[in-house]
């Protein structure tokens, strides 16, 4: 098998799935109940919570575990916009934000909330101009994803950030999901007040992730109830995700150095192969994320080439797997300014620490090979 769908979610490490099993026999009691097993339980949540908070050298009582990055995004920017009302009623984003972003944002127009919708160049990257005047006394939040989940882009968040530091009465939101491991990003003094980050993104498991929320930021709150996590997240935490998301985090961590320059490597490669061969366009900017590449074979539907790929054991994908089974067309794309001929015929490889020039190699033998047997039978 020759896996190249890790952004959509990436297999998990065997040492993440033996500490959730541990956890889950060991520690299974309500970390809130105050006999024995309870307590025990409650300690390795702290500890866990402090080792995450090592990691992204924040501070534990900055961090809120969650269930996922859909989840991380909506409690930052509902929760923001809901808290800070008062403020304000203008939010921005851009146009190629992941569905969990974007949707949130249709849902507090919904609600009364006017919100700009930034506009990306062709590499897909907003301008940090456009967004400066985009800004008003009525400006509360700014959400805008660090990683493009599609085509790979970066986004200047940095820049963005000491913009959003001018501006005290805003909040500045990344979504962080596809760029933690492959673009690091530090937090410390950088603007940012919230950042989402997602488990099973990291080779951990489907169900954990982090919210990060800076000292001194205040939400409304999703989920009302025993008031766990600072009652900004409550319900009964789910302490075997948590200690395999944090052990997940390590891990890549351990990693993260060579395994971004052995991406960058790979997609340099794949980058020469795909530029030789006819009838491909690439659409991942030259300055991108090292794990993704994005690509359009015009004239052929992206849904055959991967069946006929998977047939072969090869798996890649379209767009976000959030939403790779709606509307044919890339929404990404089309912000981008691609024709619909490409923006409907694209491609997504996604690779990982693992990814071999092997698996690399064969890949490409395999697309070309597919390309060519099907413009054959069109012909």
Known sequence: MIYLDNSATTKPDTQVLQSFQQVSERFFANPSSIHQLGGEAEKLLQRSKEQAAQLMRVRPDELVFTAGGTEGNNLAIKGISLEHRKRGGHIITTQVEH??????????????????????????????????????????????????????????VEQIGEIAKQHPKLFFHVDHVQGMGKVPLDLGDSGIDLCTISGHKLHGLKGTGILYVREGTTLFPLFHGGGQEQSRRSGTENLAGVVS??????????????????????????????????????????????????????????????????????????????????????????????????????????????TTKTEIDTFLRELEKAIKQLKAVLE
């Open 99 to 156: 569905p969990s972003v974007y949707e949130a944002f249709n849902s507090l127009e919904q609600l009364g909330f006017t919100v700009t919708y930034l506009p990306v160049d062709e590499t897909g990257v907003v301008s940090v101009d456009e967004l400066q005047k985009a800004i008003t006394d009525d400006t509360i939040l700014i959400s805008v994803i660090h990683v493009n989940n599609e085509i790979g882009s970066i986004q200047p």
């Open 245 to 354: 998301m944090v052990k997940a985090l390590r891990l890549m961590k351990e990693r993260e150095t060579a395994g971004i320059r052995h991406m960058s490597e790979l997609q340099t490669l794949i980058r020469q192969k795909l530029s030789a061969m006819d009838g491909i366009f690439i659409n991942t900017p030259e300055q991108a994320a090292p794990h993704i590449m994005n690509i359009s074979v015009p004239g052929l539907k992206p849904e055959v080439l991967i069946h006929i790929l998977g047939e072969q054991g090869i798996y890649i994908s379209t767009k976000s797997a959030c939403s790779s089974k709606q509307t044919d067309e890339s929404k990404i794309l089309a912000a981008c300014g691609h024709s619909g001929e490409r923006s409907t015929s694209a491609l997504r490889i996604s690779l990982s620490y693992d």
